[in-house]
């Protein structure tokens, strides 16, 4: 591996626009946009823990920005810029972290953000990566997840619980014959930009799974969340597995589709506005303890551990 | 150790600003002050790179924020809020936590920040923590590394090496009878709000070792320094241990001490603007290829490290 001043110099200069005065300084400066308010946030990825060792180093990277899109999406922002951190052995190949820039840089394209910052070291551990991102709002249309309101209906984007899948047929524990599950797991696709401000009261983004980010929606807004959970949409690939998978799909983080709480006569509206990504009503809020009630018919059971936390 | 949400709840809530929306989010909301720019930076620390395994919580976490206070002081701005990343063992002691928690605790109120967000995650590996500090400054006013010009004095503050000879102390390589070196290694003093902005036209802080960083502003500004190393200013108990240290502590990091460049004749004028922190005329910048050129006679030569480079 080539020294730390020229690998700052070939792999990350050319990533970085005019805030990070060419990532020469000890920081970037930046000139707030007054109209605006600013979103700030931070997210980590480590090796055999968010990521596998042998997953490809641009999906790490693109992964590693679009985890920290997600939650600009969830807060209703507009992503601008970010600084990286990056923690990598001695023995790390060159080409491993020429792949990763280049993941970088086609999701600057996608995305239309650009590095403004940053921080390099070597590590004996796990490779470990974090992005402090920032966008920005309209002062005042910060969509939190303390706004659901009782009677307001619960909707998700697209499909649940594909990515944990991928991280089970990683495993070798389910199949996955058309590689989807491992997309979903290695490629989430941050729901930015949608124009809901005005039709939702709150919003998370599933990081750490369906059943754990209800839950923090219904414990920030001091609500009960009665929830259909075989209405959970699945992709026609999980759907192939069976209902045995349906708690795993519940359970299992990565997903980066977003939870709604809107009035349930939006609904139509909200559709048009998510579209083409489609968005599925899972159930509603009603007053009582912050937790999740199933109305399946059979029954079902919660699991215990409900999502993922870091021990 | 407690779960992830009790922790959160438990220890960083209580540091937690406004903008934080009470780390209930997925991102924090900042209102930017428009009549001021944006200093933005990002460091990291690992366990056995940074610090060392026993070293006491609180200076990890005081020291964690001090080195991003210093990157802020070393552009002439002025710290409000900053976002934390962590990465602990499932077997970190609860108290280690609280007593990492009272370290940022007692270090926001000294500097006036606040923590307005963050990431917690497990790991396998090393402790690692990452922060993100936001600053503010005057627009135009932000001290480059790139603004040295030709006969500017070159000046320091404080005193030099004495965090490298408190590595060497930690590692039983020279002694510390006072333990003058471990505070300094443990617990830099960032050398923020000094009204210098008008009278110094480039700066850098230490910390990759003074050869090191003062070869950033030789690149960053196209000049020769020509440097006095035996004038390089030495703490009481650095002189102590005699010439055989002079390399070691100018290539040592983690001073956090700043190298100004400024005109000779506003010595005077920036001396009292530092006080009452001394500081030292070490040598000037000249035309010429960017090097650090030796001023000293006897003649000493310089060592092919220069200081810490990550690999």
Redesign the interface.
Known sequence: ?I???DRIARYFVPLAAAPS?GL?????????D?AR????????M?E???FLADDPPDLIARKLLRRNL???A??G?TPLHY???T??R?DTPEPWLAQFAQGLAEDQARYHVTL???????????L?F?V????T?Q?GS?L???GAQSGDAIFVTGTIGDAALGLAAARGDCPDPTGFFRTRRLLPEPRLNLPIHALVHAA??ISDGLLQDLT?LCR?SNLTAHLHARAVPASPDASQLGPDWLMPRLTGGDDYELILAAPPDHEAALRQACAPIPITRIGHFAPGTPRIALLDDPPLTLPDRIGW???
């Open positions: 591996m020294g730390e001043f005065l020469n300084d000890d920081a970037a400066c930046l000139r707030p007054p308010d600013q979103i700030i946030t931070v997210d980590q480590l055999g823990v968010h997600s939650d600009l969830a807060m922002a600084l990286l951190t923690a990598l001695a403004i910052g940053g921080d390099s070291t070597a590590t004996p551990g796990p470990a974090s402090t991102m920032i966008g709002i002062p910060v939190r997840r303390s998370i983004d923090h920030q936390t870091h021990f």
